[in-house]
């Protein structure tokens, strides 16, 4: 059993104000994709789908996120604060997971993200957040689990 420390609840916080956005837009994404709110909020204010693909993508992601990442999230999440080695070895599982979408998103939607929501928002909120969550988390639960 491993006790939870003041670090582990700093990252477990972390990856709550990380994730939780995400989870709202994309259960938004997947109940009204074409409202102009869910739009706003998945590729910026105002914007529209750059084409079917786009859209397509970004729904995939959405049901992706809540029938893959909602669990492991919740499920990482309990073992950690609970003490368990294999909430660890999610959070690892969890973390590879986001360090993957990070780079995905670097590619598919830097270009379009970056000029419409600024470098600051872009490299700690929007696209940031995930990759640093991402490392801390894999490196955290791998000294613990060594």
Do not use: C
């Not at 104000?17 to 837009?25: E, G, K, N, R, Y």
């Not at 049901?63 to 669990?71: E, Q």
């Not at 599982?93 to 929501?117: D, H, K, M, N, Q």
């Amino acid at each position: 059993m491993i006790k939870p420390t003041t670090l582990t609840w700093i990252i477990a916080i972390f990856g709550i104000i990380t994730f939780f956005p995400l989870m709202v837009a994309q259960l938004m994404m997947i109940f009204k994709p074409n409202s102009q709110k869910t739009k706003d909020l998945i590729i910026g204010k105002g914007e529209d789908w750059r084409d079917k693909s786009h859209y397509k993508y970004s729904l995939a992601f959405a049901w992706a996120d809540w029938l893959i990442i909602f669990p492991l999230l919740v499920l990482s999440y309990w073992g950690v604060l609970v003490g368990q080695n294999w909430g660890y070895i999610l959070w690892i599982a969890l973390g590879t997971i986001s360090l993957y979408f990070s780079i995905t998103f670097w590619v598919l939607e830097r270009e379009y993200a970056l000029p419409s929501v600024g470098r600051l928002a872009y490299y700690t909120f929007i696209w940031g957040f995930f990759l640093y969550w991402g490392i801390a988390a894999i490196i955290y639960s791998i000294l613990n689990l060594i």
